[in-house]
């Protein structure tokens, strides 16, 4: 089954604020999952490059290398800020960070660890600083705080599928 790529997608506008908590309980939800999946996978399995793309260790440490963007970006909505901070496109922090010399458990428990802060920021928001919204700079389209944790949520399980096909093509 092909994936849309990551920036091929859209995303809707989520008008209702009150799915928020089941969207925040995806977002704390998800290193549990990607820890379900990467612990039973053989060490040579977790480097490997499919046609040379990223690796199973490179997708789970790309999760990581994206929050503080997720945090900063929360933190600008809740802010006032008119315009989300920019990301970096090339994913330079991902291609640079070496991740398959790191051990698979330092991987999964930095995610955990900086998810947390992610997911105990949205928890302490009022209902108040739910309304403000801020343009995403590449998407052109005004996103409110739902908006951004559906949005990583859903790159969350971008990833997670991506890991996912490179086992099911390693597995034939």
Same mark, same amino acid.
């Given at each position: 089954m092909k994936r849309t790529e990551w920036f091929n997608r859209t995303f809707p506008v989520i008008e209702d604020n009150g799915i928020l908590p089941s969207v925040i309980e995806r977002l704390?939800?998800?290193p549990a999952r990607m820890e379900e999946i990467i612990s039973h996978i053989p060490s040579n399995l977790l480097v490997v490059k499919p046609g040379g793309k990223w690796s199973i260790k490179e997708e789970a440490g790309h999760l990581s290398d994206m929050e503080p963007l997720w945090l900063g970006r929360l933190e600008d909505l809740?802010?006032?800020a008119t315009e989300l901070?920019?990301?970096? &496109?090339t994913n330079r922090r991902t291609h640079e960070a070496n991740h398959n010399e790191t051990p698979?458990?330092?991987?999964l428990q930095q995610f955990r660890d900086q998810r947390q802060q992610l997911v105990n920021r949205l928890r302490s928001l009022e209902d108040a600083q739910l309304e403000r919204s801020a343009l995403h700079p590449r998407l052109k389209t005004p996103m409110r705080i739902i908006d951004l944790a559906w949005f990583v949520a859903e790159h969350d399980d971008h990833h997670i599928a991506g890991i996912r096909?490179? &086992?099911q093509e390693h597995s034939r």
């Open positions: 704390c939800g998800t809740i802010n006032g901070r920019v990301a970096d &496109l698979a458990s330092q991987l096909q490179i &086992l």
